[in-house]
């Protein structure tokens, strides 16, 4: 195993290889990542809807999302290898008069940020996607540039262009211990299952576990794990592509086609955090009555596949991207709440900036410190959470 790093990243989901592909791509020294999991990607990043979205209710947010799917975009002009992304459009339906009085305010926040999202009516809605029982909508709206990618894709060519540019990324190497100097106040390198490294720069991008493992540092950062559930079927086409993905925002159901079939998720608000993975069958039975119920074809589909996986939820549903302070050379890049996939671009993109310049140039991230639990500021939360 490597011995030392200029900057070691722990964490080998969608964020740590994007940020490993930034830094390697400045030429940023020796950058190391270790993963502990037998490969990239196994954990939330493998196991979500590959959603990808713009349709937030905070400006941040809609910038990450907005600088990432621009380079979903030209993905493969950038990094060399294929992704599949489907640019079908998330359609957000609307039930109450508070969600669509919430949807009006993010409907100006989309214009003034240059989105080209569309205001749909009932009818329209029952016009364009025939499929959607329109009980109780109000309205809704859509964003062609939203839609769907390959989790995998994007895991695996961030950590091919990383080791293209230098990196080193190693699997099955767990990460115990966070090294201090005698102050106790500057990083100086990991403890791991297979050795020590010594290391300039330590950035956490370690999705649900990140409390855990920023506590062997000594400091708090107020991620929980919550579980969160998806079926898939069997082959399913009664429904004609490109279907969009749909959301029903007030039971967070949310459908898309995968793989010849259609996907199902739901969060279970009830869920308290734990760090449970098992399918929870009763919450399963739930969520198909509830897809039926709003896509009233889905009752021809048969469930093919079920799983489980965890959000890495912050009390504001934003992630941390901040230095870890008072520790110097500590940083964080974690907590993305159930959105982390359609983020990764942008999130490594500041995070390098953030390690490497220390600041982030590209998009204002100063909502995203740490410090906005305790400094009594009062910050918006996201309200599009599903
Ligand atoms: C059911 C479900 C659906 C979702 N749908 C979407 C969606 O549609 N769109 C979207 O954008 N997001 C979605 N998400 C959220 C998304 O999956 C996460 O936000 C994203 O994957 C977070 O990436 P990450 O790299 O931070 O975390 P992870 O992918 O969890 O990676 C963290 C890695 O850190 C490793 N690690 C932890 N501790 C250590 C240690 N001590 N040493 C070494 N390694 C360690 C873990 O093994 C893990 O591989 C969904 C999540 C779930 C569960």
């Known amino acids: 195993m490597e011995k030392s790093a200029d900057i070691l990243i722990v964490?080998?989901?969608?964020?740590?290889?994007?940020?490993?592909?930034?830094?390697?791509?400045?030429?940023?020294?020796?950058?190391?990542?270790?993963?502990?999991?037998?490969?990239?990607?196994?954990?939330s990043t493998g196991k979500c809807a590959g959603g990808i979205r713009a349709q937030f209710s905070t400006e941040v947010n809609v910038r990450l999302s907005l600088a990432s799917i621009e380079?979903?975009?030209?993905?493969?002009?950038?990094?060399?290898?294929?992704?599949?992304?489907?640019?079908?459009?998330?359609?957000?339906?609307?039930?109450?008069?508070?969600?669509?009085?919430?949807?009006?305010?993010?409907?100006?926040?989309?214009?003034?940020?240059?989105?080209?999202?569309?205001?749909?009516?009932?009818?329209d809605v029952g016009k364009r996607f025939p499929y959607v029982n329109l009980e109780g909508v109000q309205g809704a709206t859509f964003h062609q540039r939203d839609g769907f990618g390959d989790p995998n894709d994007?895991?695996?060519?961030?950590?091919?262009?990383?080791?293209?540019?230098?990196?080193?990324?190693?699997?099955?190497?767990?990460?115990?211990?966070?090294?201090?100097?005698?102050?106790?106040?500057?990083?100086?390198?990991?403890?791991?299952?297979?050795?020590?490294?010594?290391?300039?720069?330590?950035?956490l991008a370690t999705g649900a576990w990140s409390r855990t493992v920023?506590?062997?540092?000594?400091?708090?950062?107020?991620?929980?794990?919550?579980?969160?559930?998806?079926?898939?079927?069997?082959?399913?086409?009664?429904?004609?592509?490109?279907?969009?993905?749909?959301?029903?925002?007030?039971?967070?159901?949310?459908c898309h086609r995968e793989s010849g079939g259609v996907l199902i998720g739901m969060s279970n608000e009830e869920e308290p955090p734990s760090f449970n993975q098992t399918f929870d069958e009763e919450y399963g039975?739930?969520?198909?009555?509830t897809a039926m119920g709003r896509i009233p074809l889905l009752e021809h589909a048969s469930p093919r596949a079920k799983w489980a996986g965890l959000y890495e939820t912050t009390p504001d549903?934003?992630?941390?991207?901040?230095?870890?302070?008072?520790?110097?050379g500590l940083f964080i890049c974690a907590g993305f709440s159930g959105h982390g996939l359609m983020h990764a671009p942008a999130a490594g993109l500041v995070t390098s900036e953030l390690v490497l310049d220390g600041k982030a140039r590209s998009i204002d991230i100063s909502r995203l410190r740490l410090s906005r639990f305790s400094d009594g500021t009062e910050l918006a939360d996201e309200r599009n959470v599903i």
């Open 11 to 43: 964490g080998g989901g969608c964020i740590g290889v994007s940020i490993a592909y930034h830094l390697a791509r400045r030429k940023a020294g020796r950058v190391v990542l270790l993963e502990r999991g037998e490969f990239l990607g196994q954990e």
């Open 71 to 123: 380079r979903f975009e030209r993905w493969e002009e950038e990094l060399g290898f294929p992704l599949q992304f489907r640019q079908w459009g998330y359609l957000f339906l609307l039930t109450t008069d508070e969600l669509e009085q919430s949807f009006r305010r993010n409907f100006e926040l989309w214009k003034r940020l240059g989105m080209k999202a569309e205001w749909l009516t009932t009818s």
């Open 154 to 203: 994007i895991t695996q060519g961030y950590a091919k262009a990383a080791r293209r540019e230098g990196a080193v990324i190693e699997t099955e190497v767990t990460v115990t211990g966070i090294d201090l100097d005698s102050t106790g106040r500057r990083v100086v390198g990991v403890r791991t299952d297979n050795g020590e490294i010594a290391a300039g720069s330590v950035i």
């Open 214 to 254: 920023a506590a062997l540092a000594n400091v708090d950062v107020p991620i929980e794990p919550f579980r969160r559930q998806i079926i898939t079927t069997d082959k399913f086409d009664l429904i004609k592509d490109p279907w969009p993905m749909t959301v029903d925002l007030s039971t967070t159901l949310y």
């Open 285 to 289: 039975e739930k969520m198909l009555m």
């Open 317 to 328: 549903h934003h992630p941390i991207i901040d230095k870890l302070e008072p520790v110097t």
